[in-house]
Nanobody, 121 residues
């Protein structure tokens, strides 16, 4: 079994920073794509950033303000969020394409439970 857990959300003033973490645990061989998504009430979940062996990519609204990184030894992905705006308020989810011994060649995506980020004065 694989478990994915996010942490680091909270309340921050506009212009402030937060760093989210997301760690996977279980019988893991390797992790391919690691992604951050966000979801607001009434809206679809949207991709914020993704990182894999080819590099990282960002959604246009966060491109110059957010930084995604990963620590493969810890099976962890991070999202450094700077210059936060009220419109960044959302529940942030991470997802990972985790390869286990029984599914080494199958794309299997695991999701975390989400962490709330609120940007408000």
């Amino acid at each position: 079994q694989v478990r994915v857990v996010e942490s680091g959300g909270g309340l921050v003033q506009p212009g402030g920073s937060l760093k989210l973490s997301c760690a996977a645990s279980g019988n893991i061989v390797t992790i391919w794509d690691m992604d951050w998504y966000r979801e607001t009430a009434g809206n679809q979940r949207e991709l914020v950033a993704t990182i894999n062996e080819r590099g990282s990519h960002y959604a246009d609204p966060v491109k110059t303000r957010f930084t995604i990184s990963r620590d493969n030894l810890k099976n962890t992905v991070y999202l450094q969020m700077d210059s936060l705006k009220p419109e960044d308020t959302a529940v942030y989810y991470c997802s990972m394409d985790v390869r286990t011994p029984s599914r080494l060649y199958e794309r299997t995506v695991y999701w975390g439970q989400g962490t709330q980020v609120t940007v408000s004065s």
